[in-house]
Structures are given as C-alpha cells and as structure tokens.
C-alpha cells in the first residue's frame, strides 16, 4: 500500500535554483493539495486541484507552480528558489470533497525537507 | 479569508493528566477534521466532526463541535507518552474547496 508518495525526502538548493518536488497517490483520488509547514505557523495551502488539467491556488501560492496532466501525480515547482521557503513540504490527497468542502480523510506524503542557502 | 486559531500553542503535561485543546473559527465550519502529527512524521487523519454540538469518543480522546459551528476541542483523559506529538484542527476555507489547517498545539508528556 503505498498511499501518497513524495521526492526526495531532503533537498539543500542555493538561491535562485529551481527545483520540481514530486507527488504521486495511487488511490484514484480527484482531490490533491500541496502544503507547507514551518514552525509555530502550521500547514498552510499552497496549492491544490480537484482533477486532471484542474489546479487552483490556496493561501500562500506565490513562488509555487503546480500542473496535474494525470489523476496520480501532482508536482510542485520552485521557479526561483528564495531562504523564505526553506521547509517542510508535505502533498496531501483525498477521495471526498464537495460543496460543502473537504469532506474525507487527507492523505499525507511523509513530506519533503526543503533548505535554501 | 477564513483564519482558525488553536490553543494553547504547546502543552506539557505529567503521564496520566488530562488534556483538552480548543480550535476557534472566525466563520461558521460545516465541517471540522482533527489530525495527530508524531515529532518528524506526517499528520494523520483522527476524526471528523459535521453536526451541530456533535460529540464523539475514541478511546481517551473525546472530541466536540460547537454548537455554533464555530469551534471545537479535543480533550485527552489520563495522557500516555504515545499521546505526545502536535494536533491540529482544520475546516473547509473560503471557497469550500480547500482544507485550511490550525496552528497546532504541540503536546509533551512526561512519564
């Protein structure tokens, strides 16, 4: 049973580097997210998507892109990597989500340590 | 946008303590989940809660939703040293989908 899979687990990048942070779940689940954890700050939603070719913005998108060609993967792109996003990168997944909001279980990558020089 | 805020930020407490937590919205939550996340490991799915006043048991772990729909705690009887780790609460953000997550409160028991 793998669930939600993220690459790589540790990554150190200089300023200016771009870099790709993978995210597979083999669960059929529509709903993906991105978030990131930095300390007394909790998660916060960088970016999520509700299918294949559907993606959308959460609370703290800027410096992120994110595409979703297929239901399983879901990547997160650092276009210019800047010190203010050194951290913990975790990508979520779920099968319920409707009107009323997320309405099932997250998911959890066991996320991706992120360090900008 | 919609902010939920949780308290205390960290707690320590001797083994067999209780522990309660309190997750406040400043909008109206159809729904709120709880999640435990063990030190260096990923958040893990514990409970939802979706009615009114909705009270349910796990074990030592009891959670409740307001009855405005506005709040919600998380009360531990008789903590364990496997309780420590940080939980967060998390409600559906504005445009419904999108889950936004609590600030945590970091729990640390000692034997």
């Known amino acids: 049973n793998a669930g939600v899979t993220q690459t790589p687990k540790f990554q150190v990048l200089k300023t200016g580097q771009s870099m790709t942070l993978q995210c597979a779940q083999d669960m059929n689940h529509e709903y993906m997210s991105w978030y990131r954890q930095d300390p007394g700050m909790g998660l916060r939603l960088i970016h999520y998507?509700?299918?294949?070719?559907?993606?959308d913005q959460g609370e703290v998108p800027n410096g992120y892109n994110v595409s979703r060609s297929t239901t399983e993967d879901f990547p997160l792109r650092l276009l210019s990597a800047a010190p203010s996003q050194t951290s913990v990168y975790f990508c979520?997944?779920?099968?319920?989500?409707?009107?009323?909001?997320?309405?099932?279980?997250?998911?959890f990558g066991e996320g991706s340590r992120l360090t900008v020089l | 946008g919609q902010q939920v805020m949780q308290i205390p930020q960290y707690q320590h407490v001797q083994e067999g303590e209780d522990f309660t937590t309190y997750c406040n919205s400043s909008?109206?939550?159809?729904?709120i989940q709880w999640y435990k996340q063990r030190p260096g490991g990923h958040p893990v799915f514990l409970i939802q809660l979706v009615k009114s006043g909705e009270v349910k048991k796990q074990k030592r772990l009891t959670f409740q939703f307001g009855e405005a729909k506005k709040n919600s705690s998380l009360h531990i009887t008789a903590t364990q040293t496997t309780d420590v780790g940080t939980y967060f609460c998390a409600g559906p953000g504005t445009g419904f989908q999108k889950l936004v997550f609590g600030t945590g409160t970091r729990l640390l028991v000692s034997p």
């Open positions: 909008t109206t939550l159809s729904n």
């Open positions: 998507s509700v299918g294949a070719g559907i993606t």
């Open positions: 979520a997944s779920t099968l319920g989500y409707g009107t009323s909001g997320v309405e099932g279980e997250l998911f």
